[in-house]
């Protein structure tokens, strides 16, 4: 399921890319890696009858990397739109000095555990800037959010997951304030809060302006949310040290 959403995502872009190509529009590709650790992280599997375990606490989380992509085009003066991949993957192990309950298998107490906690995002978003002056932008818009989510133990002789797929909606915002000519400090991400759950993805960062085209960012990186619900419990926080560059192409100014 996992290849062909990395597939799918694939063919959407280039499809976005090529119609984009033709309207007034300036081109960008934005790159984002780094180290990523977890804050915390809660599962319950059923959420209504499952053992409630930590994949940080219990089980110790094993360093990672990142990596995200973004592509996407600025329209005219205000508008943007884009196109996000944003795989993240996180393994633990150890054991546990209790009997769990996980997803319709028993896993018995103090045995070896191997976890892996899977969070890939594909996203599109869409975003006006409210405010444009020389000092300081302001956007604000909507990204459409397809959630691919798997939680999985294993152990000797035992192993189980639960996998889910769902569209998320969210609201978008951007605030870039320009120190000068070439420092700035960028705040912006995707966040929402509901019955159903919650989900913040939201970045800090300083931003330095090598020229028109080529800009870099250092910064934090804070992905948290979850839901609780019969099938699943499960609320995160994960933090991200960031570094990124973003490349904007020559403008294309025809409109065929």
Known sequence: ???????????????????????NAQAFIDLETGAVFTGYNN????????????????????PNAFIRLRAGYA???????????????????GSINKQID???????SNSPLNASYTFNSYR????????????????????????????????NGFASSKANV???????????????????ILFEGDALAAPQGRAEDVLLAVTYKFSDNLMTHLGYRILEGGAD????????????ASVGVLYKFKKNVKAN
């Open 75 to 93: 329209i005219g003066k205000r508008h943007t739109i884009s196109l996000l991949y944003a795989p993240l993957t996180i393994k633990s192990d």
């Open 229 to 240: 619900n019969d099938e699943v419990y499960n609320f995160s926080l994960i933090h991200y």
């Open 102 to 108: 996980f997803e319709g298998v028993t896993f018995p």
């Open 166 to 184: 769902g569209f998320v909606p969210i609201i978008n915002f951007r605030l870039n304030y320009k120190v000068n000519n070439n420092f700035g």
């Open 124 to 155: 599109i978003t869409y975003r006006y800037d409210l405010v444009k002056r020389p000092k300081i932008e302001f956007g604000i818009g909507f990204t459409a959010k397809i959630r691919d989510a798997e939680i999985a133990l294993s152990s």
């Open 43 to 62: 599962v319950r599997i059923p959420g209504d009858a499952g053992t409630l375990f930590s994949l940080k606490d219990d089980l110790t989380p094993k």
């Open 1 to 23: 399921m996992k290849n062909k959403f990395v597939v799918s995502a694939s063919i959407c872009m280039i499809i976005f890319l090529n119609m984009m190509s033709r309207a």
